[in-house]
């Protein structure tokens, strides 16, 4: 069907074609005896055009005509023209489809939560006269240029108490938006328009589904039985309270959903007056095609001598690193992959645990100048070998071959490359082989972050360094080493932080876009110079320059914004490094030491719990969950999990200095006083922070040693210096003249 645009139907003369779809076609059309513009939705008379069809047209306007709201599309009249073409005259509005709105690119946090209500307000008053949309899209929304929200299409909608349309078993909508019930060709309610909404509002935000599929089948199979993509994985600084919303409103369990649109409406209301959360949230990353995800497993050392670890860790990651610049493809984290390292478990357990579509795995097999690898990429849900090389070369080939391996995994997964030119698809730091291998003894030794290992990665990138003096890569894993080397209290910080300087900006001189040397730089100018600002700006540029990089938001969140009490942006960040690594130890157990210097103790106490669920062992996590313990006054627990770390550890007079603290103010005073004096005495042998001694005297409330000590901490720039405002174990000191001066001195 098609009209001559200037034919008069009725009293309507036809100006403009706005659009087809599914069974109708809507024109722009002056209403001559109103002389107003309106929309005319044309139902045409087909052949074999069923009842039902011409009676849920009908439906349309009835429905619609009967909802008198702002945010409802409103229907003057439906009619029928001499050649059997029934028509609704509805509201011309000005503006443009929320459809067309998102094509255009994610919306502002604002905007899109402003768009949401208004249709939550149009949605909930046809739920209370019983009526359930049922096909809530972008298509069906319009907004005007003044930012009304007008809901449009009740074709589908359906009467709660009315027979149906539709038989049991069928399944009525647009695939990307069917609450899983929906999918199912279950009965629906109003909780189906409300799931709806909360789709609506995640593709506002990441101009993305929130599920995937190739097809209509598997996109409702997702919806069914997988999660939601994270909104953390499109956009940074997500208040925790928008999290809450979308999970509530799309959870699985529509008894789980918001029972009405007014309680949807609440949360929105309340969101806007969380403190914070005017602050706009940034996109991550792209998101065009975000839509296929892979895991890089490492690869197995099948030399001889076993001596290649390194070397196979070192080529897994190359491959991790090239893969995370291929705008259409999510790629699981080295930690999250690693874990599963030297573990018996098949594909289909891997690929359920990593939540990905694709794993890649391999082997490696070096003898004397000869390699060997052996490569397979295998698709997780049937299990099926999609590609398998083999590459036997000469050792000194191995950049090529890594470049062969990521050129035909993009191939096989059918990616466009988008900015990659030349022969080279892997960024080169060096093209010296022996350096190359040297560095990935560093990073080898680096990730194992023992201070046994940190001395010898230190030793490898600086030979490294050596061989090819303008290795920037290895003067940024230098950085890194003498910056967890002073974290870890085994060396004094001022011996070591202005080391870790030298090497970021060598790096930096050298290649001025390396996102770690940036960050490396800027945890360094904060946990020792606390130059903030400059800090901050290091930070930020890497975090730019690298968003994927899970350690920049971890550090950035624990090393600058905790230290300054800027708690809600580094709960942001710590949780955006916790979606690009949630299987990390560390990470997780930041996301509890954020609540715990923000005082949210329970809170502190339940993610260090969840951190111990993983890893019960896991030494930084009993030990921060002594401190929390601590501070609801849980003693003799706090007192079992510090054993617990320090067992696990080793040698650590932080913890042991911790454990004093503890002892001291539960009126274990003789076992304080042990712990000090041993820590008086090993200090004259090796480096034991002041700061550690101050918290002891603390406890024990000799406030002038414990200020003593602060002061001498000062002087040697101590790393946990940083903490001072935040740190509750000080909190007796706060209202001391020379406690207040130091805090002075270092956030001035």
Avoid at 74 to 98: D, H, K
Avoid at 664 to 672: F, M, P, Q, R
């Amino acid at each position: 069907m098609k009209f001559e645009i200037g034919t008069v139907i009725s009293h309507y003369r036809l100006e403009e074609k706005l659009g087809a779809g599914g069974m109708a076609i809507v024109y722009k059309a002056l209403d001559l005896k109103l002389e107003r513009f309106v929309a005319l939705k044309f139902l045409p008379a087909l052949v074999g055009l069923s009842d039902e069809d011409r009676e849920r047209f009908m439906q349309e306007a009835k429905t619609a005509s009967a909802l008198d709201h702002p945010n409802i599309c409103t229907i003057f009249e439906i009619n029928e023209t001499e050649g059997g073409y029934v028509f609704i005259s509805m509201a011309y509005y000005g503006g443009e489809t929320l459809k067309d709105k998102v094509n255009r690119g994610p919306l502002s946090m604002k905007e899109a939560l402003n768009i949401t209500r208004q249709i939550c307000e149009g949605l909930g008053v046809a739920h209370e006269k019983g009526i359930v949309h049922r096909d809530m899209k972008p298509a069906n929304v319009i907004v005007t240029p003044e930012g009304t929200v007008k809901i449009l299409d009740f074709g589908v909608a359906k009467f709660q108490h009315k027979a149906r349309f539709t038989s049991p078993g069928s399944v009525i909508g647009t695939p990307g938006y069917m609450s899983p019930e929906q999918a199912g060709g279950k009965d629906v309610d109003h909780r189906s328009d409300i799931w709806a909404t909360g789709v609506l509002l995640f593709e506002m935000l990441t101009a993305h589904l929130p599920f995937e599929g190739d097809t209509d089948l598997s996109l409702m199979y997702s919806i069914v039985h997988k999660k939601p993509l994270a909104l953390e994985s499109f956009r940074s600084h997500v208040p925790a309270g928008l999290n809450r919303l979308l999970e509530r409103a799309m959870a699985k369990n529509a008894q789980n959903r918001y029972n009405s649109m007014k309680e949807f409406i609440n949360d929105i209301d309340q969101l806007d007056q969380e403190k914070g959360s005017d602050q706009e949230t940034k996109v991550l990353k792209p998101l065009e095609n975000h839509h296929q995800s892979i895991a890089v497993l490492p690869f197995v050392d099948l030399s001889p001598d076993k001596d290649q670890e390194y070397f196979c860790d070192g080529l897994s990651e190359e491959i991790i690193n090239a893969l995370t610049r291929v705008n259409a493809l999510r790629v699981v984290s080295r930690n999250a992959s690693f874990q599963f390292k030297g573990q018996n478990l098949n594909i289909a357990q891997i690929g359920q645990q990593l939540d990905v579509d694709k794993i890649l795995e391999g082997s490696l097999r070096k003898n004397e100048e000869r390699i060997r690898v052996i490569v397979r990429l295998i698709n997780v849900s049937d299990g099926f070998l999609m590609w398998a090389d083999e590459y036997e070369r000469e050792f000194k080939d191995i950049f090529a071959i890594q470049d062969d391996i990521f050129r035909s995994v993009v191939q096989k997964l059918q990616i466009e490359l988008i900015g990659t030119t030349g022969s080279r698809l892997i960024k080169r730091y060096t093209d010296n082989l022996d350096a190359y291998t040297t560095y990935l003894k560093g990073r080898f030794h680096l990730n194992k972050r023992t201070a046994e290992s940190m001395e010898k990665s230190i030793d490898h990138f600086k030979k490294a360094i050596e061989i090819d003096n303008y290795y920037a890569l290895a003067y940024s894993g230098l950085a890194d080493a003498y910056i967890v080397l002073g974290l870890y209290g085994k060396d004094a910080p001022i011996e070591l932080i202005p080391l870790a300087i030298s090497s970021a900006t060598d790096a930096l001189e050298i290649d001025d876009r390396l996102a770690e040397a940036h960050i490396s730089l800027g945890c360094a100018k904060a946990i020792f110079q606390w130059n903030w600002e400059g800090a901050e700006t290091e930070f930020l540029q890497g975090i730019e320059l690298k968003p994927e990089y899970a350690v920049a938001h971890h550090w950035y969140a624990i090393n600058l914004l905790t230290p300054l009490g800027r708690f809600e942006e580094a709960e942001q960040e710590i949780r955006n490094a916790q979606e690009l690594e949630p299987m990390s130890l560390v990470i997780n157990a930041t996301v509890g030491l954020v609540s715990y210097f923000a005082r949210q103790y329970d809170t502190a106490v339940d993610y260090f719990r969840r951190t111990l669920d993983m890893d019960p062992d896991y030494a930084v996590s009993n030990f921060f969950l002594g401190r929390a313990l601590v501070q609801t006054g849980d003693y003799r627990e706090a007192m079992e999990h510090f054993q617990k770390g320090l067992k696990a550890y080793g040698d650590s007079a932080n913890m042991l200095a911790t454990f004093g603290h503890a002892a001291a103010v539960s009126g274990k005073k003789d076992i304080a006083l042990k712990i000090l004096n041993q820590l008086l005495e090993l200090s004259q042998s090796m480096y034991v922070s002041s700061y550690d001694l101050a918290a002891i005297y603390c406890g024990l409330k000799d406030f002038d040693q414990a200020l003593f000590w602060l002061e001498k901490a000062f002087e040697e720039r101590a790393y946990l210096m940083i903490y001072l405002r935040v740190d509750p174990i000080l909190e007796p000191l706060r209202g001391e003249k020379r406690f207040q001066n130091l805090v002075q001195k270092i956030y001035s």
